[in-house]
């Protein structure tokens, strides 16, 4: 047995990472799938994504401490151990495209009919990370931004009305509504800079937990071309509670005020 190999391989896996989120997320009550593998029909191949999260919020009865339903929330995953320094170009988000997707995903209604919306976390920043490299060739299929973005858009469109990952014991019902986001968690930011296009200064580094606006191009079960808007989150490892933290403060807040107030029971 050749012990160098063996903690060699360990250490570059990058599954050590892998599990750290895994076991998080277990800690904050997240039921979690490692690594499901799936046909791409279109494709005709194999895939995989690194994580499926779900976790149930109750929804209360309006003025009553009593359970009317359950909003499932589900997150894919994508976890990313960051070696090289990678740029990312920000620009200004498409809010329109972004309201229109928030509205089409959930029950939340455009700004002209109720201002919950806002408070979504999608419309949170104004600019959002548009390009990226790694590498100078440009090769994407060696990009590991561009390899995670892949593999969480293609598990979220394959697997968008699967059940959910929850034990049948365990899944409370009914569920009033569902709702999905797309995560590349990386192990820390300290290889991240942006290029911001009103910023003269040439380059800094990221700090923050961001996002990346994705115009997306696939083709369906049935072979018919979808073109789709997406934002997806970017976040360091460090701040991932913080993140979670935000999204109930904001998504399932807003999206639970309206399940509890809707008429049905």
């Known amino acids: 047995m050749n012990e160098d190999k063996i903690k060699e391989l360990i250490e570059k896996s990058g599954n050590n990472f892998h599990y750290q989120v895994v076991n998080f997320l277990r800690e904050k009550g997240w039921f979690v799938s490692i690594s499901p593998y799936y046909n791409d029909i279109i494709g005709n191949r194999p895939r995989e994504i690194d994580i499926v999260a779900d976790r149930q919020f109750d929804v209360k009865k309006p003025l009553s401490d009593r359970y009317k339903g359950a909003l499932l929330v589900r997150l894919f995953i994508e976890c990313k151990y960051i070696n090289k320094e990678t740029v990312f170009w920000f620009d200004i988000k498409d809010k329109e495209k972004a309201i229109k997707k928030i509205c089409k995903d959930t029950s939340l209604k455009p700004p002209s009919e109720n201002n919950l919306i806002n408070s979504h976390h999608y419309l949170k920043d104004n600019t ?132 509890q107030n809707s008429r049905a029971s």
């Open 128 to 259: 959002v990370a548009k390009l990226f490299a790694s590498l100078p060739d440009r090769i994407q299929d060696n990009e590991p931004i561009y390899r995670a973005l892949t593999q969480s858009l293609n598990a979220m469109v394959y697997y968008r009305s699967d059940h959910s990952i929850i034990p049948e014991e365990k899944l409370k019902s009914p569920t009033l509504e569902n709702v999905k986001y797309p995560l590349i968690i990386c192990s820390d930011f300290k290889n991240f800079f942006k290029v911001d296009s009103n910023d003269k200064r040439g380059y800094s580094e990221v700090c923050d937990n961001f996002q990346l606006e994705v115009n997306y191009a696939y083709r369906d079960i049935r072979g018919a071309a979808i073109n789709e808007y997406f934002i997806i989150d970017i976040i360091n490892f460090q701040k991932f509670n913080q993140f979670l933290e935000e999204l109930e403060k904001t998504d399932i807040a807003i999206i639970g005020d309206i399940l």
